[in-house]
């Protein structure tokens, strides 16, 4: 088997939202559902999207073809606010214009935001609410007809940052292995992977704090020759990241359990490991040798 590294992953607090999104057609529902989760921007100051899962029509309030999404934003005094803020932008731009869409919640949680005064108002005044599905929903009529949505969406706090690094011999190599494992991790519930096989893994210290976080240098393949204390391995010429969002953190250690045992012994995999920054990023440490024999 492949060496997997004594290490850990850093990860840190956040709250989400998790919608179900409903369409009459897969090419609506996949437009409303790519689009809304597209561009992942917490360090940013603003939320971070992904798909969970694809839901049949028999797993859906309203019997249509459906997708969970979360999205999420850092943890903090603020955050409720914040993710409202969010949510209406991602829900108004991404989803409200898309073809016969439709929102409903999917967090129950003792915590909740009213949707209206971010999304029900697109309505202009003329919206009004009734009881669809079992639901109370906001109905705001536009030029195709209607888009109900939920008016009061569950938030809870949950563990962001999750991640599993691949050092793999190629980029053919690494895309092979990160497409494996993205492969493996849509059949785990309560996770998103908003990045999807991520190419530019970061560091918390940066010459330039007015972009947020840079390259890390350490590890990137093309410095090797070019800087001291160079941390990638001999014969390794990529290295892919994947970060995990989870509900909790079980449902991050069990995501990485799978990253890792999915890929595990493919070919051109040299090492697995994981990003950690001393715990200056987050409270949260999963320990490969805690979810995975190494």
């Known amino acids: 088997m492949v060496t997997i590294d004594d290490t850990y992953a850093e990860a840190f607090r956040g709250i989400f939202a998790r919608l179900v999104i409903t369409a009459q ?10 689009t809304s989760t597209a561009l992942p921007l917490t360090v940013l100051g603003e939320s971070e999207c992904g798909i969970e899962k694809w839901l049949s029509k028999d797993e859906t309030p309203d019997g249509r073809i459906g997708a969970i999404i979360q999205v999420w934003v ?3 005094k603020e955050a409720p606010a914040r993710l409202e803020k969010e949510l209406g932008k991602r829900i108004r731009q991404g989803i409200l214009v898309v073809p016969t869409t439709r929102i409903f919640n999917a967090c129950e949680s003792g915590t909740y ?3 209206m005064n971010k999304v029900g108002h697109c309505g202009d005044g003329y919206e009004w609410e009734e009881t669809r599905y079992g639901r109370k929903v906001i109905n705001i009529p536009i030029m195709m007809g209607e888009f109900l949505i939920e008016r009061r ?3 809870k706090e949950g563990v962001m940052g999750g991640n599993v690094w691949y050092f793999c011999k190629s980029m053919d190599d690494a895309l092979k292995i990160g497409d494996k494992a993205m492969d493996s991790l849509s059949k785990v519930d309560g996770i998103i992977t908003a990045f999807d096989i991520c190419s530019a893994g970061s560091k ?7 972009i947020g976080p840079s390259t890390n240098h350490w590890f990137c393949p093309t410095l090797k020759s070019k800087i001291k204390g160079s941390l990638v391995p ?3 010429g990529s290295i892919p990241e994947i970060v995990i969002n989870g509900v909790d953190i079980d449902a991050v250690k069990e995501a990485m359990k799978v990253a890792i045992d999915s890929v595990r ?5 040299v090492r697995i490991s994981a990003g950690n920054y001393g715990g200056k990023l987050g409270p949260h440490k999963v320990y490969l040798k805690d979810i995975v024999e190494i």
């Open 25 to 34: 057609d897969e090419k609506r529902l996949a437009r409303a559902a790519c």
């Open 113 to 115: 935001i009213d949707i």
């Open 234 to 236: 001999e014969g390794v």
């Open 265 to 269: 012994n493919m070919k051109g995999l």
């Open 204 to 210: 918390v210290e940066t010459k330039y704090p007015e």
């Open 153 to 155: 969406l569950g938030y």
């Open 74 to 76: 850092n943890y903090g």
